[in-house]
């Protein structure tokens, strides 16, 4: 049962329809003391003759309301039962909370107040009335903890108290200014935090607002394609390709550079520092050239380089970028004195960078790797004709932390490198083991360098800089 509201000129069209309202013969009768309605027929005699009918029904409401407001009367209302009450327009209604009619008949609030007490007050919920605006005092500079409270011209309103004002792109979290970009606990927001990371993993959020994980020193992120969890790292994946020298690199003691799974030892010259840690496994180590006047290198005599196709994989840290070149791999041969290949960061171009040199042809990419850090470089060389069917192109491709960072399907194309030479690991030969410059030599360590006699697919040398080199692989991490 419910009463509605109409407006004085609608009363009187107000009609009150019974069975047969309009014939005359039967009459209507409207009771307010107990607002029942009754239908009476016309009046008749307990003896009246047969086929006279007599039907007298009644229809009580029971759910009448109490405030003296009769449900049928669509709001024509001429008193009011609740003392409380006060009729308005055929209305009963408080005075002290109906927004309608506040304090008085003829009184009503603007829309977005409310009224209390008889009177019209701004309508804020959780927010403060400050000189009739709703304000936020916990995060408004002006109004800061309260009507009028402004902070200084530096500072920012957190949780109701003046702070220092953050700094760009920071967001104040609670009462603390955030980066929201890189805080895991507020991770591209306020009060997102990143679920926890997997075994052997830590999470973070990546710069960008989205949280991530990173597997721990000697653990890779797998499977590769979507990431789910860490697994220790082993060298599983390198021998599956079956490389042709595997320089380890790992010696502890002696002047012998081993090659794992070829015969073309190397020999270990100048201040090197072997033991190292590496970035491998836990028990993997490296060697450490320091620039020196006796220029530190590792050095590999009478090498034949692969000579029409091959990727080279190797894992390097640069720790000091002064130096104008920091060679990682060069190679000489008795025919071409001046780096047959060569693999090196070169800081003397504009902008330089990565440089590739294969048969006197130079290719320079302008990422930098000199930050201290390990990172794994993959350089892919093929001079003839493309493999469509393993969608390996021709010419050169490098890979940077296992991403492809580059390319040209024409560079040395058809050249074959000579046999024989002198392979050097941190120095630049500017003629057959020799010729080296003070201020072209690598001044940071080695772990590994790999050869293979074949151009391999990019999903494989994707597979082996996170399963041989564990770089901290950061996927988006869904729990």
Wanted: charged share 20%; with cysteine; glycine share 12%.
């Amino acid at each position: 049962m419910y009463t509605q509201r109409l407006s004085l000129a609608s009363c009187s069209l107000l009609l009150i329809v019974a069975s047969s309202a309009c014939s005359g013969d039967d009459t209507t009768t409207t009771s307010e003391s107990d607002n029942s309605s009754t239908s009476t027929a016309p009046e008749t005699t307990a003896g009246s003759s047969a086929g006279t009918d007599t039907d007298t029904d009644t229809d009580t409401d029971t759910d009448a309301e109490t405030d003296g407001v009769n449900p049928t009367s669509g709001g024509g209302q001429t008193s009011c039962q609740d003392p409380a009450l006060t009729l308005c327009n055929g209305f009963c209604v408080d005075l002290n909370t109906d927004a309608d009619y506040c304090g008085s008949c003829d009184s009503p609030c603007e829309f977005g107040w409310a009224c209390v007490g008889g009177s019209c007050e701004l309508d804020c919920g959780a927010l403060t009335d400050c000189d009739g605006f709703c304000i936020d005092t916990d995060y408004n500079p002006y109004h800061c903890g309260g009507c009028g409270n402004a902070c200084g011209g530096d500072q920012t309103c957190a949780a109701g108290s003046c702070i220092d004002a953050c700094e760009k792109l920071e967001k104040v979290c609670g009462d603390v200014c955030t980066d929201t970009q890189e805080d895991p606990n507020n991770c591209g927001g306020c009060g997102n935090v990143c679920p926890p990371p997997p075994a052997n993993g830590e999470g973070r959020c990546d710069g960008l607002g989205d949280c991530k994980f990173a597997c721990e020193d000697y653990y890779a992120a797998l499977p590769l394609e979507e990431p789910t969890g860490c697994s220790l790292c082993d060298d599983g994946e390198v021998m599956a390709d079956g490389p042709i020298h595997w320089w380890k690199l790992s010696e502890l003691n002696g002047t012998m550079a081993m090659d794992s799974v070829g015969n073309a030892h190397g020999e270990y010259i100048g201040d090197v520092t072997l033991g190292e840690d590496g970035a491998f496994m836990a028990d993997d180590k490296a060697v450490v050239l320091a620039p020196a006047d006796a220029h530190s290198r590792v050095r590999i005599t009478d090498f034949t380089m692969p000579a029409k196709e091959f990727t080279i994989e190797l894992t390097v840290r640069i720790d000091d970028s002064m130096l104008d070149v920091q060679p990682y791999l060069s190679h000489a041969t008795s025919d071409v004195d001046n780096n047959e290949v060569a693999i090196l960061q070169n800081h003397t171009g504009d902008p330089g960078g990565q440089q590739i040199t294969i048969g006197g042809n130079n290719f320079i990419h302008g990422r930098k790797i000199d930050d201290g850090n390990w990172h794994h470089i993959a350089v892919r060389w093929k001079s003839e004709e493309p493999d469509e069917e393993a969608e390996i192109p021709a010419g050169l491709t490098l890979y940077i932390d296992g991403e492809r960072v580059t390319g040209s399907s024409t560079f040395a194309a058809e050249h074959e490198i000579a046999p024989g030479g002198v392979l050097v690991f941190g120095q630049e030969q500017d003629a057959l083991d020799g010729g080296f410059d003070d201020n072209a030599q690598l001044a940071g360590a080695l772990d590994s360098v790999v050869i293979f006699d074949k151009a391999l697919t990019k999903q494989r040398i994707v597979e082996h800089a996170n399963t041989t080199w564990c770089k901290k692989v950061y996927p988006v991490y869904e729990p």
